[in-house]
């Protein structure tokens, strides 16, 4: 089973980007997998953000990402990134990098088996 390690969050103006970045030691078992980017505030309900598969097909959560956010892997370092564009206040959240079985990017948090420890996303006015 793979580990995961989040990296690339902090504290940002509004309208600013960030990248975030995800890296496992097993790079190749890592690359196999579905990956995807989730994110939680204080009192709500981790939600989705994109994903990824193998196959390098891309999902997004149309709700808020609005084109602003870029899912990626590079397969010769075997890191997953997330390219944040745009932020806004309400962008504001720990961001979660998981893996799933390899497959169709999935939406569902219960999909992923494996959760890095998380970053910190603040986004200021």
């Known amino acids: 089973q793979v580990q995961l390690v989040e990296s690339g969050g902090g504290s940002v103006q509004a309208g600013d980007s960030l990248r975030l970045s995800c890296a496992a030691p097993?790079?190749?078992?890592?690359?196999?997998?579905?990956s995807g980017w989730f994110r939680q505030a204080p009192g709500q309900e981790r939600e989705f953000v994109a994903a990824?598969?193998?196959?390098?097909?891309?999902?997004y959560n149309d709700d808020f990402v609005g084109g602003r956010f870029i899912i990626s892997k590079d397969s010769r370092k075997g890191t997953l990134h997330l390219q944040m564009n745009n932020l806004q206040p309400e962008d504001t959240a720990v961001y979660y990098c998981?893996?799933?079985?390899?497959?169709?990017?999935?939406?569902?948090?219960?999909?992923?088996?494996?959760w890095g420890q998380g970053t910190q996303v603040t986004v200021s006015a």
């Open positions: 990824i598969a193998r196959s390098g097909h891309t999902a």
């Open positions: 998981a893996a799933a079985q390899p497959g169709s990017p999935s939406r569902l948090p219960s999909s992923y088996d494996v």
């Open positions: 097993d790079r190749r078992a890592f690359m196999w997998y579905t």
